[in-house]
């Protein structure tokens, strides 16, 4: 019996520190290997990125209001990111995804530069690692990272950094 206490003590507080120790992580330096799908379900892996642009992705859930504020700022400012590659991407249904787009992001959805996925494998949480939602990357093209940020209401640093990093 003691054996299993002590079994079941361990496994709480595995549970209890290892989402700290996650959370705590800075967000990925470089863009991580992945692979995610487009509406049509083809893949979508790092090998499709464009290599002469700045990359911006933005990991979003589409009930999270912080989420909707955030992409229609980026919408709003859209001027500014069309000079990067923006990439939506969300663990959600595709029914949730579209609804979202088409209600918050009608300004970026028909855009060239703006590619909307889906993290079915989940992977973003663990190559990215966000710290919560939204969660907005910008790399350079050489897919370094220029810029994390968490906070809607910092979409304009953003823009900053992208337009300090035009080339």
């Given at each position: ?17 290892i989402p700290l120790s996650v959370s705590g992580q800075p967000p990925a330096q470089t ?46 400012q859209y001027q500014s990111f069309k000079k ?84």
């Amino acid at each position: 019996m003691i054996f299993n206490m002590r079994n079941m003590f361990n496994a709480l507080v595995l549970l209890l520190v290892i989402p700290l120790s996650v959370s705590g992580q800075p967000p990925a330096q470089t863009v991580p290997d992945f692979e995610f799908f487009r509406f049509d379900k083809r893949p979508f892996t790092t090998m499709d990125l464009p290599k002469s642009k700045m990359l911006f992705f933005l990991f979003f859930d589409s009930d999270c209001d912080h989420c909707q504020h955030a992409i229609k700022s980026i919408g709003e400012q859209y001027q500014s990111f069309k000079k990067a590659s923006i990439f939506l991407i969300s663990m959600d249904g595709l029914d949730k995804m579209d609804h979202f787009m088409n209600t918050y992001g009608s300004k970026l959805k028909r855009e060239k530069n703006v590619t909307v996925l889906q993290d079915k494998l989940q992977q973003f949480i663990a190559k990215f690692k966000p710290v919560r939602y939204p969660s907005m990357f910008l790399y350079s093209s050489e897919k370094k990272l220029i810029d994390y940020e968490d906070n809607p209401e910092s979409v304009f640093r953003l823009v900053n950094a992208i337009n300090k990093n035009v080339k």
